[in-house]
T-cell receptor, first 110, second 117 residues
Framework: GQNIDQPTEMTATEGAIVQINCTYQTSGFNGLFWYQQHAGEAPTFLSYNVLDGLEEKGRFSSFLSRSKGYSYLLLKELQMKDSASYLCAVSSGGSYIPTFGRGTSLIVHP | GAVVSQHPSWVICKSGTSVKIECRSLDFQATTMFWYRQFPKQSLMLMATSNEGSKATYEQGVEKDKFLINHASLTLSTLTVTSAHPEDSSFYIC?????????????FGPGTRLTVT
């Protein structure tokens, strides 16, 4: 099975930078996803990391270390609309169907 | 990007009745769709994988006779919650992968909020 761990809740100030960590334990790792989910809505895709390193996409960046079973999502220049749940998901064992973590609820305040 | 729709977006039903939720891929064909359930402040839990033209694959602990899945075409999968009970009240989300893109990115429907009274 898979074990995915991420903080339950984080708070940050508008305009600041926040890093949301995700650790996982799995065998046959394929890749790691980050999704954003606003309350009452479906998740939307943010990133997919397969290899070690940092991938930047606008204000959002995602980092992966396969040897450490660790990833983080970095959000820069935070905006109020970034208040949402951020889901870390891991696919493994030859399956492209990811297993989702519980999600990190991010609250951005003025 | 690919678009997945769900209908209805919310539904209230009485205990003991059945509810059907539709999931459609609007601009691509999906041989495989997925059904998730999410309780408040919980993660997405995969219920089953829906395969076009064949039986669905259910995750451990999900009753296949209670959650009927039909994937009759390459663009439509349905989930029927039979003999619904209040504990079935949840947010049901479907997704599909546009394998033509080669990224295995999941496109999620907007979800269906089911409340069983």
């Amino acid at each position: 099975g898979q074990n995915i761990d991420q903080p339950t809740e984080m708070t940050a100030t508008e305009g600041a930078i926040v890093q949301i960590n995700c650790t996982y334990q799995t065998s046959g790792f394929n890749g790691l996803f980050w999704y954003q989910q606003h309350a009452g809505e479906a998740p939307t895709f943010l990133s997919y990391n397969v290899l070690d390193g940092l991938e930047e996409k606008g204000r959002f960046s995602s980092f992966l270390s396969r040897s450490k079973g660790y990833s983080y999502l970095l959000l820069k220049e935070l905006q109020m609309k970034d208040s949402a749940s951020y889901l870390c998901a891991v696919s493994s064992g030859g399956s492209y169907i990811p297993t989702f973590g519980r999600g990190t609820s991010l609250i951005v305040h003025p | 990007g690919a678009v997945v729709s769900q209908h209805p977006s919310w539904v209230i039903c009485k205990s003991g009745t059945s509810v059907k939720i539709e999931c459609r891929s609007l601009d691509f064909q999906a041989t495989t769709m997925f059904w998730y359930r999410q309780f408040p402040k919980q993660s997405l839990m995969l219920m089953a994988t829906s395969n076009e033209g064949s039986k669905a694959t259910y995750e451990q602990g999900v009753e296949k006779d209670k959650f009927l899945i039909n994937h009759a075409s390459l663009t439509l999968s349905t989930l029927t919650v039979t003999s619904a009970h209040p504990e079935d009240s949840s947010f049901y989300i479907c997704s599909a992968i546009d394998t033509g893109e080669g990224t295995y990115e999941q496109y999620f429907g907007p979800g269906t909020r089911l409340t069983v009274t």
